[in-house]
C-alpha cells in the first residue's frame, strides 16, 4: 500500500510529521543540515534566548509592575554565555544560512518574557529567512502576588505584538500551567497564533543533598510524560484554527501514532535524537509508516484526530467522569507506554 505521510502544520506543507523540536542539534548549521539529511520534515532552532537581545532585568520588573522574581528563575534556565553557540548575529546568519541550504522548512525560535526584546529580532528572523516562527514564552511566576489574569495578559501581549510584527507563521509554545488552558488556547488563536506547541519542558530544579545546592538541569523526557499533551491535543482537536505540534515524551513510533490519533498535525522530537543521534527520526517515520500499514491507513490526514474527544464514542474517556471509573479499576492492565502494536486498544 502506498502511504502518504504529508501533513500541514502552520499552514507549511510537510512531508511527513516528525520535526526536531528546539535543542542544542539544531544550534549549528551542521545540525541542521543533519537533521535534514536524517529525514526530518522541519526543523526548529536552538531558541535565541531575549536575555541575549536585551540584558536588562529591569524590563520585566516594569512591564509587570512588582518586584517579583520569575525573571531571575527564567535566567536559570538560560545558558551560561560562554557555553551558548548563538549570539544573536550568529544566529541571524546561522538561520539564513541554513533557510538557503535547506529544502525542509527552518523554523526559528525565540525563548523570552517581554515583548520588549523579540519584536525587532523577530523581524530580523523573517527577513533572514525563517519559514516560521516559534515564541517560547517561557516565564515562572514564582511570586506570591500576580494574578493569574496578569500572567495570561503577559502572554497575550507577546503573541499580539509579534503577530502585528511578522507576517509568516507563528507557533507558540506553551506551558499547561493556565487555570484554564482550554480557554487560553483559544485566545491565542484568536490573537493570531498559527500554531500551539503542547507542551514547553519547563525548568525543574534538582537537590544536590551532598553540597545542598539547588541543580540547575534540563533532564530529558520518558514517554510517561505524553499524557498532558496528548490530553490537550485530543480535547483540542478541530475546536481551535491554529495547528497543534506534540512536543514531550517521544521514545519511539508509539508516541508520535498515539499524538496524531489524538489530532496531533505535527509531532516533535528533542530527547530521542539527543539519546539516539539525528538518524533515529527514519526509524519514527519508519515505525509510523509500519503501523499504518498494519492499521490499514492510507494517509497520515486519515488518522488524524481519531482518537480526539470529539471523535470518540465515549468522550468521557477524556473527563472526570472516567476518573472515578478508572479508580475502581487501578490495578487492572495498565496500557504500556511505547509498544506500538499496542497504542490503540
Ligand atoms: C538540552 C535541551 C535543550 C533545549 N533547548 C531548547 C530551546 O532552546 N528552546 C526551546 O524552545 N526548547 C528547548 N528544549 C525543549 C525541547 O525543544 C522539547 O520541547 C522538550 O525537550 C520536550 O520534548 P522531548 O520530550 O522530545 O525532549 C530543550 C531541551 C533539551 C533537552
Known sequence: MNIDLRTTYMGLDLKHPVVASASPLSGTLDGILRLEDAGAAAVVMLSLFEEQVQQQTDTMLRIMGSGEDGYAESLSYFPDHDDYPLDPDGYLE???????????????????????????????MQQAGASGLELNIYYIPTGITLSGRAVEDLYLDVVTAVRDAVSVPLALKLNPYFSSFGDMAKQFDTAGADALVLFNRLYRPNFDLEHLQVVPRISLSSPAEIRLPLLWISLLHHRIKASLAASHGVDSAAEVIKYLLAGADAVMTTSALLRHGAGYVATLVEGLQEWMQSKDYASVRQMQGVMSQQRMSDPDAFERANYIRTLEHYDSDPVPETTPETAVR
Open 94 to 124: 546561522t538561520l539564513h544560512r541554513a533557510s538557503e541550504r535547506c529544502d525542509i522548512p527552518v523554523i526559528a525560535s525565540i525563548n523570552g518574557i517581554t515583548n520588549q526584546g523579540w519584536i525587532d529580532i523577530a523581524k530580523m
